[in-house]
């Protein structure tokens, strides 16, 4: 399974936009880019995904480098409740079996 | 439309036990998948259920198994438990026919084995 790197935590103030950065190097032609999240004490959510162009939906946009080799996940405005690790996954089918990594950790100030 | 189910929420075991965690899906959906989320790590694939079988395992003991019931729900059995078996159970479901890489996850159970 092709791997993704990101850092272990970022910080972020209250209503400002975050940017959380996401490398797969080894990506391939088939993979498409998951962002799911985990707050608190809860089970991951789905957050976004997209395969070659930028994506937005109402909880945060995607940003896809055009070498599909880096991407971003773009929350606009942080807010609290927006604190928690964010899991940047690459799938490419099979039974939805997804393989999750360390992600980061997003702390948010007031 | 309820969501995906874990039960219990807490549990405390000894080593040597066994325990066995239950999960019911969203509504819908037929397809379970159970991880297994350490303290300050990422989930980590055990299997996943469809029609009552086993359709695909991550690299754990044959000391986990599990079962898949009519209903789709779904449960997860750990023998002879170990001290680092300790961890956050997740439950996810999603649609076989969906293999779109989005699944819904439970609140997890978490197993203290002492």
């Known amino acids: 399974d092709a791997k993704t790197t990101q850092p272990n935590s970022m910080e972020s103030n209250e209503e400002e936009p975050v940017h959380l950065p996401c490398n797969h190097s080894t990506i391939s032609g088939t993979d498409y880019i998951h962002w799911y999240r985990q707050l608190p004490s809860q089970g991951p959510e789905y957050v976004i995904h997209g395969l070659t162009s930028n994506v937005n939906n109402r909880m945060a946009s995607l940003a896809i480098a055009e070498d599909r080799k880096s991407s971003t996940l773009i929350l606009h405005r942080a807010t609290l409740r927006d604190a928690a690790v964010y899991y940047c996954i690459l799938f490419s089918g099979g039974y939805n079996k997804l393989i999750f990594g360390a992600g980061t950790r997003l702390a948010v100030h007031p | ?114």
Do not use: M
């Open chain 2, 1 to 114: 439309d309820a969501g995906v189910t874990q039960s219990p929420t807490h549990l405390i075991k000894t080593r040597g036990q066994q325990v066995t965690l239950r999960c019911s899906p969203k509504s819908g959906h037929d397809t379970v998948s159970w991880y297994q989320q350490a303290l300050g790590q990422g989930p980590q694939f055990i299997f996943q259920y469809y029609e009552e079988e086993e359709r695909q395992r991550g690299n754990f003991p044959d000391r986990f198994s599990g079962h898949q019931f009519p209903n789709y729900s779904s449960e997860l059995n750990v023998n002879a438990l170990l001290l680092g078996d300790s961890a956050l159970y997740l439950c996810a479901s999603s649609l076989v026919d969906r293999d779109t890489g989005e699944l819904f996850f439970g609140e997890g159970s978490r197993l203290t084995v002492l």
